[in-house]
């Protein structure tokens, strides 16, 4: 069974910086792409930023230039380096994984071509100013 665990999330105030890891286990595939989501309090689920299993990675706007995606496949590990944090980016980060084996049951997102459909618990960042 698929299975992902976030974590490093946190307080900081404005300007400051936070990473966040996410450790995946048992998955049967070689091929996936990894993303970060993110769920302001209120709000629908949004993408942050994602990773093709060959390094390449893509960011939303918001988020542009000042967070980082990187994936250690030794490690099984997933990170989101932010940096010069904002009060806007305050929500509940998730990790996520397209597989390309989605399953009915399976709670989808879709973004930039992929289609999310494993993911983690969450770890909250609250950005005060």
């Known amino acids: 069974q698929e299975q992902l665990v976030e974590s490093g999330g946190g307080s900081v105030q404005a300007g400051g910086s936070l990473r966040l890891s996410c450790i995946r286990s048992?998955?049967?595939?070689?091929?996936?792409?990894m993303a970060w989501f993110r769920q302001p309090p209120g709000k629908q689920r949004e993408a942050v930023a994602a990773?093709?299993?060959?390094?390449?990675?893509t960011y939303s706007d918001s988020v542009k230039g000042r967070f980082t995606i990187s994936q250690d496949n030794s490690r099984n590990s997933l990170y989101l380096q932010m940096d010069n944090v904002k009060p806007e980016d305050t929500a509940m980060y998730y990790c996520?994984?397209?597989?390309?084996?989605?399953?009915?049951?399976?709670?989808?997102?879709?973004?930039?071509?992929?289609?999310?459909?494993?993911w983690g618990q969450g770890t909250q960042v609250t950005v005060s100013s």
């Open positions: 990773i093709e299993s060959d390094g390449r990675s």
């Open positions: 048992g998955f049967r595939f070689k091929w996936f792409r």
């Open positions: 996520a994984a397209d597989t390309g084996q989605p399953e009915m049951q399976d709670f989808i997102l879709q973004w930039r071509g992929g289609t999310y459909h494993i």
